[in-house]
């Protein structure tokens, strides 16, 4: 079986019950929540050996997010637990009913977390060297490199090293409150060492100035495929020899859109191991990004696997007819005309 190692940090998340506001909550829920790891629970789920390499506290939170990682199905012998940092946490505010229009919003309590001492020295763990030399891809993401020049250093070092056989990627995940006075070319930079690079068009204006197709792919000329996440209408995948291939995003009855980006690189990376095309890889993106988009929370589960095989293989014209809410996907009949 293919396996996966994502690195980066996990954090504990806490969310006011019932959707009040936050000074009002007499009741905040704990769950966990971080890019990379909502990646690699997302590949466990695709059927995929997954694995996550991060730093976390020696503290309830630390272990709340091993042990969910665990119940996942996420290798966590790569974790290493710190005496003497804390677990990162950010609290998330949901949107308010009084304010259709405002979004969910999140609070950051992660300066000095265990994960920011991330280093290249992480690399050395015999168990996190053992993983990567046997992992067929390992996933990576801007939000590490904001994290501290340590973090940043550990990034380099992965992707300036040889490949021997696996896949790096990279996914932009811009944060602007990570990177406020600091020098967000770094991101240019790191990206184009990579082998798949995943970025958001809302992102990428943020994050490298443009959402041209082809400025984006002069700025990252490196990588194989650059994908880029065109929010509900497509997601395209641009090739290093000037090919594309762009799939149209799925009808969605979206409940909220909080982490339909980790779950789409989930899906589509996980086609990617397990050598698909370009085109079916993208599709296994936008289904699995559609799972999360109709619940609230990080990840939306998958359907039954003849279900999820069934609509990953319907035709272009089915594909374009299919409406996803809560928990269902409405497929269209299948065309009578000869």
């Not at 091993?66 to 677990?87: A, C, F, M, Q």
């Not at 589509?268 to 999360?292: D, E, I, M, N, P």
């Not at 359907?303 to 990953?312: G, M, R, S």
Request: with cysteine.
């Amino acid at each position: 079986m293919p396996s996966a190692v994502c690195i980066g940090e996990t954090m504990a998340m806490l969310t006011p019950m019932n959707g009040v506001p936050l000074h009002r909550a007499e009741e905040l829920h704990c769950s966990i929540g971080g890019a990379e790891s909502n990646v690699a629970m997302g590949l466990a789920a695709m059927g995929l050996e997954a694995h996550w390499v991060g730093r976390v506290g020696h503290d309830g939170f630390g272990t709340r997010i091993i042990e969910d990682l665990k119940d996942h199905g996420v290798g966590v012998t790569g974790v290493e637990v710190d005496s003497s940092r804390p677990t990162g946490l950010y609290v998330k505010i949901p949107a308010q009913d009084s304010d259709p229009d405002a979004g969910s919003s999140v609070l950051y309590y992660r300066q000095g977390s265990a994960a920011s001492a991330m280093a290249p020295a992480t690399l050395a763990n015999p168990a996190v060297a053992e993983l990567i030399g046997k992992a067929g891809l390992v996933h990576l993401s801007g939000i590490t490199a904001a994290l501290s020049a340590d973090c940043r250093a550990l990034l380099e070092v992965l992707l300036k090293a040889p490949r021997s056989g696996r896949l790096i990627t990279f996914d932009v995940n811009w944060r602007a409150a990570l990177w406020e006075g600091q020098d967000k070319s770094v991101l240019r930079k790191l990206a184009n060492l990579a082998d798949i690079v995943l970025v958001g068009k809302d992102e990428a204006e943020h994050a490298f100035g443009t959402t041209d197709e082809s400025e984006l792919r002069a700025l990252m000329p490196d990588p194989a495929v650059v994908v880029i996440k065109n929010e509900a209408i497509s997601a395209i995948a641009l090739h290093r020899d000037g090919s594309r291939d762009e799939v149209p995003a799925l009808s969605v009855e979206v409940v909220e859109p909080v982490g339909a980006g980790d779950s789409f690189a989930a899906g589509y990376l996980s086609g990617v191991l397990f050598g698909l095309s370009q085109k079916a890889s993208l599709r296994r993106g936008h289904a699995a990004a559609a799972c999360t988009l109709t619940v609230h929370g990080d990840r939306g589960p998958l359907p039954e696997a003849a279900e999820l095989a069934a609509i990953l293989d319907c035709s272009d014209e089915q594909w374009a007819g299919i409406r996803v809410s809560t928990g269902h996907f409405e497929l269209p009949e299948k065309s009578t005309t000869p």
